[in-house]
């Protein structure tokens, strides 16, 4: 729509991945942001979550794997997981590790 960038700066390969035909609006462009939603038979749109693994904690979106493959990097750490925990209304980055 009109308030969508036409592409990055001097990035042509990378507009061509992030920004596609729009299905619904002929002629039109859309951003790829990673988000899945769905139609309801209302007219609302329902956000499902993510096509990737991203999680957002106070408002920066977060690769947990990018975490993962800086821990692998430690020595001794044999295994790692990362993910996002809820609790008490906060969203906390947690990171679980297992030593050699």
């Known amino acids: ?3 969508v ?3 990055y700066l001097n990035r042509p390969e990378l507009t061509e991945e992030r920004f596609l035909d729009d299905p619904f609006y002929r002629g039109e462009r859309m951003y790829q ?6 139609w309801l038979p209302d007219g609302t749109v329902e956000w499902l979550g993510r096509m990737d693994g991203q ?13 993962e ?3 692998r990097q430690i020595d001794r750490v044999r295994e790692e997981a990362v993910g996002a925990r809820a ?3 906060e969203t906390e980055l947690c990171a679980y ?4």
């Open 1 to 3: 729509g009109a308030g």
């Open 5 to 7: 960038a036409r592409g």
């Open 33 to 38: 942001t990673g988000d899945l939603a769905r």
């Open 55 to 67: 999680v957002k904690i106070r408002g920066y979106r977060i690769e947990p794997g990018e975490v």
């Open 69 to 71: 493959e800086e821990l």
């Open 87 to 89: 609790e008490g209304g």
């Open 97 to 100: 590790i297992e030593g050699q």
